[in-house]
């Protein structure tokens, strides 16, 4: 047992020494949350909705009709304002919970990728900041966030409250029909959830462990 405690000690220094400060801290929340024996190659769609309000759809040839019809099957009605396209993957997220879609026709190795970029969006865009307003607002701000009422003069002016997503979260989803980002101030968003992705299927600690051994 104090060998274990020991190692995980080590990890988290090489994890903190060897990345950035913010993904230190996000992953080291993510795994305390999930709190279950870590296999690779890493499959979240297995896990993540154990500890994390997700649900993953896998749809196959997914595109962005293809979502919207599987809504409808659900007597939801759900349109994204962008033109048809096809897609590796998608999250939508409404009162805190999330649905992320994958493309069931893509290889294993894109689609663990496609999931971890998706959940990676959704706690770093969605759900901790979210978190974050609850806990310093209180329940009377769920409502806002939510989109079952409009913010106040107050809530307007407050910089916290601007930042966080009211009503329903898409990931981003505006684009060309080719697959390109069309919307450049959606480039830093994509770029941080690369990052936060790649740290979850393939740690800093466990790559510089394995180089060691060639």
């Known amino acids: 047992m104090l060998l274990v405690i020991a190692i995980k000690k080590v990890q988290i220094h090489w994890r903190i020494s060897m990345i950035e400060g913010w993904l230190a801290h996000i992953t080291e929340n993510f ?39 599987w809504f409808q099957k659900q007597g939801i ?74 913010p106040t003069k107050t809530e307007t002016l407050d910089a916290l409250l601007s930042s966080v997503k009211q009503g329903t979260y898409t990931d981003l989803m505006p684009r060309s029909n080719k697959g390109d980002i069309d919307q450049a101030y959606i480039l830093p968003a994509e770029e941080k959830a690369d990052r936060l992705a790649l740290e979850l299927l393939a740690p800093a600690y466990r790559v510089l462990s394995l180089q060691l051994h060639f």
């Open 77 to 150: 009605p759900f349109n994204f304002l962008c033109q048809d396209r096809s897609l590796c993957g998608c999250i939508i997220a409404v009162r805190g919970f999330g649905f992320i879609f994958a493309d069931s026709s893509d290889t294993d190795n894109e689609r663990r990728y496609t999931i971890a970029h998706e959940v990676a969006h959704f706690l770093l865009d969605y759900l901790y900041p979210r978190q974050k307003v609850l806990h310093l607002f209180g329940e009377s701000i769920r409502p806002m966030l939510d989109g079952e009422r409009t």
């Open 31 to 69: 795994w305390s949350e999930i709190g279950s024996e870590i296999i690779y190659p890493l499959d979240l769609s297995i896990i993540i909705s154990r500890s994390f309000p997700l649900s993953v759809i896998m749809l196959p040839l997914l595109r962005v009709s293809r979502v919207e019809s």
